[in-house]
Each structure stands twice: as C-alpha cells, then as structure tokens.
C-alpha cells in the first residue's frame, strides 16, 4: 500500500489481519480543510464485513488473552517505535487531513508513542488485591477472596477528527493491554492518519485478527457498530449529540463518553494578568480552537476586564493566520459546514450588540481569530461549542457571579481560574462543575496520566492511563475456601 498522501491513494480496510479493498466496492473521498482538493480515498467497510471482523475478534482475544503482559507490552513497545519512526510520514498525514500545524501533528504522534510506552508500564504495574474473610463479622480466616483484573472482550474504539492519531491510540492501547480484541472506527476526516498509525502497529506482527480498522461514515454504519451484539465496550470520542445518540442505542455494555466542553477561564481580579493572557491565549487558539477542551469563554471580573481585553486584542493580532504547512496557529476549520456554523455565532452575537474587539474576517473556511466583549446571556456564543477560534469575553462583578454563569452551562469539562491567592482559587475551584479544574493554567487533557473527564453533557467515565485500562477490564472475583 502507497503511504504519500500527496500521491491520490485509494487505501485499504484492515480487517481480520489482511489491507483489504471493500466488498461494498464503494470508497470515501477525504477532502483536506486547507488544500480544499481530495488528498484519497478510504473503504466504506460493509455490515457482513464488520461481522466477521468481531468474529474473528473474539477468537483472536482468547489467545491474546493468555499472552503475558509483557509479552503483550512487547508488541506495543514495537508500535510505539515505529510510529517513531514513521512521526514525519504519519504527521503528513494529519496535516494534510485535518489541517493541524506539521509541528503540532508531529507533536501529536511522539505523545502517542509515550503514551503508548506509558501504558504498557502502567499494566504492568496494575496489581489486584486479595481479601480476608474474617474481615467482615461473622467470617472466616479459611476464606480468602482473589480480586484479579480480566479483559471485557472486544472494545470498540471511536474516534474524533481532531486528534485522529493520539485519541485513538488513547483507547487501542489500554483495550490491548488488558486483554482485549479492538474494533477501530476512526472519524472519516482522520481515516488516512488512522490507517497509518495502524499500518505501524500491523508491522509488529500483532496477531492476525486481533485488531480491525472499520472506515466507514458514522452516519451509515455507527449505529451497527455500537448495537452490535459481539461488541462488549464502547470508548467513544466527540461531540456531545453523538455522544448523547449512542448512550441510547447501548444498552447494559460498558460506555465510556468524553463528549464537547464550553470550558470558562474565570479571571478574577487579583490575577497575574501575564499568566492570565498566555494561558487564555494558547488555551482559546491553538489549532483554531478545534480541541474539546479549549477555552471558549472568559469569564472576567469587571474591574480587570478592560486590561484583559485590550491586552488580548494585543496577542490576538500577533497570531499567524494560515496554513498548516507554515505551522500557523490559527489555520482553517475542518471544513466549509464547521465555518459557516462559527460564523453564525459571531453573526448573533454581534446582532445582539457583542462588541466586536477584533476578528470577524473570513476566508472560505479561514475564520480569522475573533474576540467579543460585553458577551451576554442571551446570545448563543455564551452556551454553545464553536469548535472555532472565536472567544467570548463576559463581565462579571464577582466571583460568585462567574461560577454561577460557569454553572449554568450545559458542559463541564474543564475549567481554569486565574488569582494569586491560592485559598481563594481553591474555594472557586471547588464550586465549578467540571471534571478538571486548572489553577493558574489553560485548560488541556494532557499529561496524559492524568484522570480525563467531563461531567455533565461533557461525558460519562474517566480516561486517563490508569482509567482506561479500569474501564478496559473488569474485577474477577475467586474465592479459596480452604479446609
Ligand atoms: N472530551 C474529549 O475528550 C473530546 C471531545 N471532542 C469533541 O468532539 C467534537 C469534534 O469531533 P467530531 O469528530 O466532529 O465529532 P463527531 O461526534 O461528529 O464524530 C466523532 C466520531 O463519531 C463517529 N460517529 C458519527 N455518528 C456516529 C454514530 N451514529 N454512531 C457511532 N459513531 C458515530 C464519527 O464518524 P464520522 O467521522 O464518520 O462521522 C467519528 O468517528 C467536538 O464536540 C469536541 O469537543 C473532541 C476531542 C476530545
Ligand atoms: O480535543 C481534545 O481536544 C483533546 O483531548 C485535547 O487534548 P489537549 O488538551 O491535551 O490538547
């Protein structure tokens, strides 16, 4: 299989082991968000197709399940080196795919390879526990419970466009290591990084089966994949209404969602103004803002609001518009649909009076970097994920008045605070609804050891290393009853 994105390929499925052309005969074109052409073509993989994957599966993952850890971190630790390996080719691939700056794509791919190394030691090291019958009125010392942790099965593993190589990685790595077989279902926009990052793994002679890549559109075979009987976990990544759809189409199989933010950054009036603008900039901007846990509003007190905004336009202007290849950090939107739907956001706000600080320039997909002040409660840019480089500044007098907007939110990812007095931070920080709360920093999933997860329509389940391979896994309960 060629692996130049520049050259127009036509690729494979990866199923039951073999690169294969789709019985459906029918491919998907991918279009790049910043060369606005075709870039190549991926399988539509057939439901028959996604059947004998799982059956295969199943049979593969109870010899993989007898491998030892390490001889199963072994064929990781290979993966890990040849996405090494393969970073410049790979990055490529996600640049020309998903419009992310080179640098960042190949940032993208050594994080995975550590992530990857990380979680094989992280297996390793997971022990279980046992119990002392006696340890409950009543027991028995001669009864002694074994807590061991067992695989699930075969997970299915869906991810998002944005980070196609390291939120993938994020669920195949955990699944594999705690026993598991994996369905892959990349995002359509993203498959070509998918298939790439799986072309490294297949060079580590992983047994044949074991692991299938499903490229198909969500819209046409989702629905089959996650009602699949032979599917016993769901890791799933991205928008909260998909999210939302598949919490209804399973029923009693584990579910792991980690779905969009609206994370607030509230500063308040003793903030480093310094740590404050770096760290809403780079939170609120980096890759257009196409990250779920970006900044997507800011929340400010009123008596530093003025030196916040002005101070923002200052670095807002600074920022390189473009393309990815010249590492830009605003660079255009996923596509034409994305762009029009962040447009329409600036456009009501500035309906409804916004004060437009800087931005609002468009081309095709390119939305230049845009910053609104005096953002109100009745304008959509308040509540909803642009998914967009465009940031709502909203005055408040409090911070009483910031965590209860910060709360009215639907989402609850992240959310950052900016003060110097630790105490009040921390009384601030515990009142906001999120999974993560950031003192003194930008909103970001990483280092990836770290618990990751959202509450409210911002997920269900934790991921993380340690919490993946948990949810990956299940306890295994024996009991000795000795004489
Ligand atoms: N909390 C987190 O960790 C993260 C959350 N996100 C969120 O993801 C969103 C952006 O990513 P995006 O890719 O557009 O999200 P989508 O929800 O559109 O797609 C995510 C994945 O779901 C697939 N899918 C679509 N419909 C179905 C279905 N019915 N059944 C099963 N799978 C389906 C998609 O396939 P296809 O591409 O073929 O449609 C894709 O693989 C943002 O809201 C962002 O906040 C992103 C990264 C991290
Ligand atoms: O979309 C996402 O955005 C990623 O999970 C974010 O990862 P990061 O915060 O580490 O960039």
Redesign the pocket.
């Known amino acids: 299989m060629a692996s130049n994105v520049s050259e127009l390929t036509t690729y494979m499925a990866y199923l039951e082991g073999e690169w294969k052309k789709s019985s459906s005969g029918e491919t998907i074109a991918i279009q790049s968000p910043y060369l606005r052409k075709t870039i190549g073509y991926v399988q539509a993989v057939t439901q028959d197709e996604v059947d004998s994957a799982i059956t295969t599966a199943h049979k593969a993952q109870k010899e993989w399940a007898k491998l030892s850890l390490s001889e199963r971190g072994a064929y990781l630790e290979n993966w890990a080196d040849e996405l090494v390996k393969s970073s410049e080719d790979i990055a490529t691939a996600v640049m020309q795919e998903v419009g992310k700056g080179f640098k960042d794509a190949q940032k993208e791919v050594v994080r995975t390879a550590d992530l990857i190394r990380y979680t094989v030691q992280e297996a390793l090291h997971m022990h279980g526990e046992s119990l002392k019958g006696d340890g409950f009125p009543g027991g028995d010392q001669k009864k002694i419970g074994i807590v061991e942790r067992a695989p699930l099965g075969v997970v299915l593993a ?6 196609p190589v390291n ?1 993938a990685a994020s669920k195949i790595a955990p699944a594999l290591m705690a026993g598991n077989a994996v369905l892959f ?5 993203g498959s070509i990084s998918g298939i790439k990052m799986i072309e490294a793994l297949d060079k580590t002679g992983l047994p044949k089966g074991l692991l299938s890549l499903t490229t198909g ?3 046409v075979i ?2 089959y ?2 009602e699949h009987k032979g599917i016993n976990m769901i890791s ?5 209404a ?1 999210g939302r ?2 919490s209804k189409q399973t029923a009693m199989i584990p579910l792991v969602l ?4 609206k994370d607030p950054a509230l500063v308040s009036d003793d903030a480093d103004m310094d740590v404050a603008v770096s760290s809403i900039m780079n939170g609120a901007f980096s890759y257009s803002g196409q990250r ?1 846990t970006a900044i997507k509003r800011v929340l400010v007190n009123e008596k530093v609001a003025d030196e916040l905004v002005s101070r923002l336009k200052t670095e807002i202007e600074k920022l390189t518009v473009g393309s990815p290849e010249n590492n830009s950090t605003i660079v255009p939107l996923i596509d034409d649909k994305s762009a029009d739907f962040v447009q329409g956001l600036i456009d009501d706000a500035l309906a409804k009076n916004a004060t437009l600080i800087t931005g609002n320039k468009r081309k095709e997909n390119l939305i230049y970097p845009t910053l609104l002040d005096h953002v109100t409660e009745d304008m959509d840019i308040a509540w909803i ?1 642009p ?1 967009g480089p465009v940031l709502p500044v909203i005055r408040v007098k409090s911070d009483e008045e910031a965590i209860e907007i910060a709360n009215k939110s639907e989402f609850g ?1 992240q959310a950052s605070i900016f003060s110097q007095d630790i105490d009040r931070a921390l009384a601030v920080a515990r009142q906001v609804e999120a999974g993560t709360v950031q003192i003194n920093g930008r909103t970001e ?1 990483g280092p990836d050891h770290f618990p ?1 997860l ?1 509450v409210k329509a ?2 269900m389940g934790v991921q993380g290393i340690h919490n993946s391979i948990l949810s990956m896994s299940r306890e295994r309960v024996t009991v000795l009853n000795l004489k």
């Open positions: 869906i991810a998002p466009f944005n980070y939120l279902k990349p995002a359509t926009q559109r969500g819209s989702g629905d994949l996650v799933f990544t991205g928008g909260s998909t759809h598949l980690e779905l969009g933010g779920c994920e998914f990812l999933r990751f959202g911002s997920g």
